[in-house]
């Protein structure tokens, strides 16, 4: 994949250079983004010497810093920490008026736009850390103020490391998190319980993890190229009265849909419960 645009890169900061940043901003750089037009900052001057290296982006501990530059900002620390980083980030902000983008979970565009001091251009997105390998899934909402342009940018960066869905509704991020944000982790619930299987039924571990993880691996892009609908393909593994039926029952018995179901609410749960939290 290469980066395909002919306008001229933005500048765009990362702030908080963790695992969700350095996800989306390392699969841009592999997808052929300019290295030179990122920086990212973080705490600790190890973390940001790892992703000099790896990714060949400008690195700075400095956040105003990085705001002066930068035509995006990403907002990539924890929730609890977002309040006080865009305190600490306002005169800079306000100087610049950047694009405003913010990957955390919960904190809403009225948060985000009386910390930073208000009348700013804000996008709040919920992507998920598979964007590392080009297979991520964001989804998007934009404040009236996101130009054409901006949204337009966005989704360039986003399209570049995965699938990206606006929504038009703020709320529907709390649904995106449940589903996509960390989704992520479920499957690999999945995988883990899978192999565990395995091994209980006699496969050595080494084996056990290649045959889950591929499986879901075949499974999953089976269903992305597919014409057919999931549970259309599901059916075809399903030899009548054979061993999938036999498998497929059992899940059903015990109700697989419904825990799903709940764990993606409790996720949206909690990313509501966050913004209520951390609003001040
Ligand atoms: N991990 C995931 O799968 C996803 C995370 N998110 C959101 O991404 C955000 C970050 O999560 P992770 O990357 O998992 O956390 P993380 O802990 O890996 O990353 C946070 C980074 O912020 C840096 N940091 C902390 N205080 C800072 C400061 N004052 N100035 C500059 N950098 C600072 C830390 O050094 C760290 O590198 C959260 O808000 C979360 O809700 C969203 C979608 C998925
Ligand atoms: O667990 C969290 O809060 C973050 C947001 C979505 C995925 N990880």
């Not at 949204?151 to 998190?177: C, K, N, Q, S, Y």
Request: charged letters at 20%.
């Amino acid at each position: 994949m290469t980066h395909q645009s002919t306008a001229t890169p933005r500048t765009i900061a990362f702030i908080g250079a963790g695992n969700m940043a350095s996800a989306i901003f390392g699969g841009m750089v592999d997808a052929g983004y300019p290295a030179d037009r990122i920086i990212a900052t973080a705490r600790s001057r190890e973390t940001l010497d790892a992703l000099e290296q790896r990714y060949g982006v400008s690195t700075t501990q400095d956040n105003a810093y990085a705001v002066s530059q930068a035509d995006v900002v990403v907002l990539g620390v924890k929730p609890q920490m977002m309040h006080d980083v865009c305190q600490a980030l306002t005169p800079a902000v306000q100087n610049r008026k950047p694009l405003i983008v913010s990957v955390a979970a919960g904190i809403t565009c009225d948060s985000l736009e009386r910390w930073l001091g208000g009348d700013l251009a804000i996008i709040r997105c919920m992507p998920n850390t598979p964007s590392l390998v080009g297979v991520g899934a964001s989804g998007l909402y934009a404040t009236a103020q996101v130009t054409e342009e901006q949204r337009g940018l966005m989704d360039e960066m986003l399209t570049a490391v995965g699938i990206v869905e606006w929504v038009e509704e703020e709320g529907l991020l709390e649904a995106v998190t449940g589903i996509s944000g960390s989704g992520p982790a479920y499957f690999f619930l999945f995988i883990e319980s899978l192999e565990a299987a395995g091994i209980e039924l006699g496969l050595n571990a080494e084996t056990a993890r290649r045959l889950a993880i591929q499986t879901a691996r075949g499974a999953a892009e089976m269903a992305f190229f597919s014409e057919h609908e999931p549970a259309e393909l599901r059916r075809r593994v399903c030899s009548p009265n054979g061993t999938t039926e036999r498998a497929i029952n059992s899940f059903e018995e015990d109700g697989l849909r419904d825990i799903v179901e709940r764990a993606a609410k409790a996720s949206g749960v909690r990313a509501a419960e966050l913004a209520r939290e951390l609003d001040r």
